[in-house]
């Protein structure tokens, strides 16, 4: 599509002029209408000739047809993208500048424009003022550009105009005798170096040369070759004399300067042509050079605590290993991993969770001698490379220094935060001699420290490698479970205190493992969590659970509630409300048998996701409980936000009870907010008389633990039901009443995946 102003006039403000002695040509290339307007729109009055593209196809064949000065170009085209467009005009010579514009936040796209020789880099959404200024700047320096171009033919033509333009020119000209002193040089020089022209003249070249350049100048310099129009580029620092004081670190200012040569020769009619001086333009690249260090930077060190990546750590530990195969020394590598921190970012938020990693890699910095390396893998893990150590206990030194270093709270913003860390530590050579190996098992042996029970370090050995295979084994293994129905439900009921009678039970998965026999959740759900295993599981506990029902209700239990304990990862499931809804009408179960069962934390993680999924689960009919209550870093305002129906008091709290009279205000809390809140309460873990009777004398009449039932498989706990409804037969035929009274909490059972 061609859009010039000569076809706008019916829209043009008749206020606005068009230049006519100079009006650029820009090519908008952008595959978004309302972007491409919104760009057309914002330039239209500056006097542009506009022409746009909505995709590769379109670019090509303008750039082909018509020059343009400048190109805004977006990387992302539904037929190619931006990189390779920008390799269409390098290949065929296409002039004009080119301003990438993207959204694009990965640092790879930034340095393939700017290696593409893109004049800017523009990340989407750009302000107004920073769009026409950067293209305001781009047709500028094609203007200098030109006039530059046109300075250099004129110079032939008359030395008077020569002398009016070069001292306008925005970069150093200059000319150099055959002994390298200078004979002319422009005012710019003055602008850029603080040197007055007069200073400089009779000067050998060397006197603004950088020290650390001087032997590259000399060969740029010195390099004769035969053709009249020979070349040659060559970066040089060029000292400044503008004032140390502006940059204190140096004591001399030192500026990038890209230098061209060109051999200048005598006239032609001469019979032997004699190189008699050089002629010189020198730019200035100062930004450009810091630009590019800024980038290279950026792609070696982590943003946000600016300490070292995976990639540059890599690096480092290269040479720290051939240093010591060298001098046959020692070195270590620790692998460090948060404990706690996922909680504390779920809990406070990803912003706050980014100031402590801040804080964390600071103080584990302020723990390494000169020469260690910190860096960051990435989320909450770091690694550290200490070379040439004297024996291992240089490194469980250090070790012990991170953790007492991270034993003291942390303060964000008011929150005090508490966590530690678990540090593995693989030493070269005895375990291992190649990088991957090396932190392999550094790895390992941080894993190890977890299972033991964070909060420490460990140096590998070679018996971690084969826990690690078993733990291998038993994911691959857990795979196959579900394929050999090796997964299994049990139950524990719940007692009425009012009654006596079973109202509920808490479902506990169980996995018939072929060797190592029944296994409960805790050995093999963690791995479930880890390795993705959770949604097929909870798939599989939900048509279990179902099937369950079918066998309670024909057992007389057709007043049960049936609570599923989710997992995160399950709720965090686009598909989770759809799944519940086609179990249960596949098995013809009644919504309000069933009541979803939550932890504080998942409150925490997404709220108002979780929010959504609740309330569409209420309206099914289907009702929520919250499980270990009082056990989570939530306020208590969720219980307010979410359709929350039963509170669990968690077994942790029950254990603590060791006297029925005694004064046990965590406990009494619950209770008073679940009767003031209307909710239904269960007690977990109920083991003694006097926990039961403590708990029934301040108002929670139903509960579950070990004084009553141990975990029973289906087949048992159905008996159960049958006996306990012979014995309600009987008792109705005595004229007795063996019902739960009515203030007694409703029958429900809780799954607990």
């Known amino acids: 599509m ?30 978004e209408p309302r972007l491409l307007s919104s760009l057309y729109e914002l330039l239209r009055d500056r006097d542009y000739e506009l022409i746009t593209a909505t995709n590769g196809a379109e670019a090509l064949a303008q750039l082909t047809r018509v020059k343009f000065d400048l190109i805004l170009l977006d990387l992302r085209l539904p037929d190619m993208s931006g990189h390779e467009i920008m390799d269409f005009i390098n290949t065929r010579g296409i002039e004009g500048d080119i301003i990438v514009m993207s959204g694009d936040v990965g640092i790879e796209a930034a340095i393939g424009a700017l290696k593409r020789g ?118 040089l620092r060029l000292k400044s004399n503008l004032g140390s004081g502006i940059e204190r670190t140096f004591s001399n200012t030192l500026m990038t300067i890209s230098l061209n040569a060109i051999g200048m020769h005598v006239p032609e009619q001469e019979v032997k042509q004699e190189v008699f001086g050089t002629y010189g333009v020198a ?37 720290a290993v051939i240093q010591a195969k060298r001098k046959l020394t020692e070195l270590a590598v620790m692998f460090v991993d948060l404990d706690r921190f996922k909680l504390v970012n779920d809990t406070l938020g990803h912003v706050k969770g980014d100031e402590l990693l801040q804080q964390v890699a600071q103080r584990l910095k302020d723990c390494l001698r000169r020469g260690d390396t910190l860096a960051r893998q990435g989320g909450d893990e770091f690694t550290i490379v200490l070379p040439e150590l004297r024996d291992r206990q240089d490194a469980k030194a250090i070790a012990d220094k991170f953790l007492e270093s991270l034993h003291r709270p942390f303060d964000l913003d008011g929150h ?34 977890k299972a033991l029970g964070k909060n420490g370090h460990s140096f590998y050995h070679n018996s971690m490698l084969d826990v690690s295979h078993q733990k291998i084994a038993l994911e691959q293994s857990l795979r196959k479970a579900l394929e050999l129905n090796e997964l299994e439900m049990y139950y524990q009921p719940q007692i009425d205190m009012a009654t006596g009678r079973i109202i509920g039970a808490e479902g506990l998965m169980r996995w018939n493992h072929p060797q190592r026999g029944l296994l409960s959740a805790g050995e093999f759900l963690p791995f479930a969590e880890e390795n993705g295993l959770m949604l097929p599981i909870s798939d599989w506990m939900l048509g279990a659970l179902c099937r369950d029902m079918l066998l309670w209700n024909a057992a007389g239990g057709d007043n049960i509630r049936l609570s599923l304990n989710l997992s995160p990862q399950y709720l965090d499931r686009g598909d989770f409300f759809e799944k519940m809804r086609g179990a249960l009408t596949r ?52 219980l307010h936000r979410f359709p929350i129906h039963t509170i669990k008091i968690d077994q942790s709290f029950v254990k603590e009870i060791h006297d029925e009279n005694g004064h046990y205000p965590v406990i009494l809390a619950i209770i008073s907010i679940a009767r003031g809140l209307g ?45 306990q409804n012979r014995r309600n037969a009987q008792a109705g035929a005595h004229g007795l009443h063996a019902v739960p009274s009515a203030n007694a909490a409703p029958p429900m059972i809780a799954i607990q995946a």
């Open 2 to 31: 061609n859009i010039s102003p000569a076809s706008l006039n019916a829209v043009t403000p008749a206020n606005v002029t068009v230049a006519k002695d100079y009006c650029p040509r820009l090519l908008l290339v952008d595959d």
């Open 118 to 235: 893109a004049y800017d880099y523009l990340r989407k959404p750009y302000s107004r003022e920073e769009l026409l200024k950067t293209v305001e700047n781009a047709l500028q320096k094609r203007r200098l550009a030109n006039d530059n171009s046109r300075i250099t033919s004129q110079l032939e033509n008359s030395e008077r105009m020569y002398r009016s333009l070069v001292d306008s020119s925005p970069d150093i000209i200059y000319t150099l005798n055959h002994e390298g002193k200078i004979t002319f040089v422009n005012d710019r020089v003055q602008q850029l170096l603080g040197f007055s022209r007069e200073e400089l003249i009779g000067k050998h070249y060397s006197v603004l040369v950088h020290e650390e350049d001087l032997e590259r100048a000399r060969y740029a310099f010195n390099d004769r070759r035969g053709e009249e129009r020979a070349s040659r580029n060559v970066e």
């Open 283 to 319: 730019r200035d690249i100062t930004d450009r050079k810091r630009a590019e260090e800024v980038i290279s930077y950026q792609a070696y060190h982590d943003i946000l605590t600016d300490l070292p990546n995976r990639m540059l750590f890599k690096d480092r530990l290269g040479l």
């Open 416 to 449: 005090e935060v508490h966590i530690s860390a678990s540090i593995g530590i693989a030493i070269y050579p005895g375990d291992g001699e190649t990088i991957d190996e090396l932190l392999r098992h550094a790895d390992i042996a941080m894993y190890q420290v």
């Open 587 to 638: 098995y013809g179960i009644s919504p309000a048998q069933i009541e979803v069962e939550i932890t504080e934390n998942i409150c925490i993680r997404n709220p108002q996701y979780a929010i959504e999924q609740l309330n569409k689960l209420c309206q099914l009919g289907v009702s929520v409980a919250i499980d270990d209550f009082g056990t989570g870093y939530s306020s208590l305002s969720y």
């Open 679 to 723: 909710l239904h309460l269960v007690a977990e873990g109920v083991e003694t008389d006097v926990q039961a009777r403590y708990l029934q004398a301040n108002g929670c009449t139903t509960m579950q633990g070990y004084l009553y039932h141990r975990p029973l498989s289906l087949a048992t706990f159905i008996d159960v039901l049958n006996e």
